[in-house]
């Protein structure tokens, strides 16, 4: 993995819920990780969006073991995600603290009964979108998660760009949207997010999707760190 900045990445994620890892993954990484989509002996479902009322496009969740690049990223992106996420608990004053070791988060989400692995790969065509949503799956969430493009835009696809929305108490919602590029990984809030207002720290609610394909394919992999029940 790439060195990353992770005080810059920490100040991003205060000031916007959301920040930027150019290059996290080579483009050569990128493909081989695009290809395991249509490997299903390595997923334990897939979802087709339209069915639910998520939006357009399908996605399918990896079974444990996960392959080894992928099991490699999720743990060493943890420990950095996980002081990060510390921090914000303490400002907000929830009594939670997440582990430095991803593998002891994990034990704690299994002995809750969140045993089923929650990465995925994503895959839109022309025409698909993904509705605004948060990725909950139980009780136990870690704050953080993070969407990693494995397609060339331009080239790939057009159109398909990563969207968030923040809802601040008593105003509308703010829409940020995320340019990225092949290999480029963003992290955002998952649920919720400190913000500094005049009158203290205030929670401000996060959902995330992506807005309409307009050409071509897009692959996506989704870190997320709190498996589901």
């Not at 000031?15 to 695009?34: R, T, V």
């Not at 399918?60 to 510390?86: H, K």
């Not at 969140?114 to 979108?129: A, C, F, I, N, S």
């Amino acid at each position: 993995m790439i060195e990353v900045d992770w005080s810059r990445v920490a100040d991003d994620l205060d000031a916007f819920g959301c920040a930027l890892i150019p290059g996290l993954l080579a483009p050569q990484d990128c493909a081989a990780a695009a290809a395991l989509y249509e490997r299903p002996a390595l997923f334990r479902s897939r979802v087709l969006m339209q069915q639910h009322g998520f939006g357009r496009g399908e996605y399918q969740y990896f079974a444990y073991p996960l392959p080894a690049p992928l099991a490699a990223l999720r743990t060493a992106l943890y420990p950095p995600l996980a002081a990060i996420a510390n921090r914000w608990h303490e400002v907000l004053g929830i009594d939670t603290r997440f582990p430095e070791a991803h593998a002891d988060y994990l034990a704690r989400c299994h002995a809750a009964g969140q045993v089923k692995p929650t990465p995925l790969l994503l895959r839109y065509r022309e025409g698909d979108y993904n509705c605004l949503h948060q990725d909950l799956y139980g009780e136990l969430v870690f704050p953080l998660q993070v969407a990693l493009l494995l397609s060339r835009p331009g080239e790939d696809f057009e159109g398909g760009e990563f969207v968030l929305t923040e809802q601040r108490p008593r105003m509308q919602s703010r829409a940020e949207v995320v340019p990225l590029g092949q290999g480029d990984a963003v992290v955002f809030a998952v649920n919720q997010r400190p913000v500094q207002g005049t009158r203290g720290v205030y929670r401000v609610a996060m959902r995330h999707g992506v807005s309409r394909l307009r050409r071509g394919t897009r692959h996506t992999l989704g870190i997320i760190f709190h498996d589901a029940g």
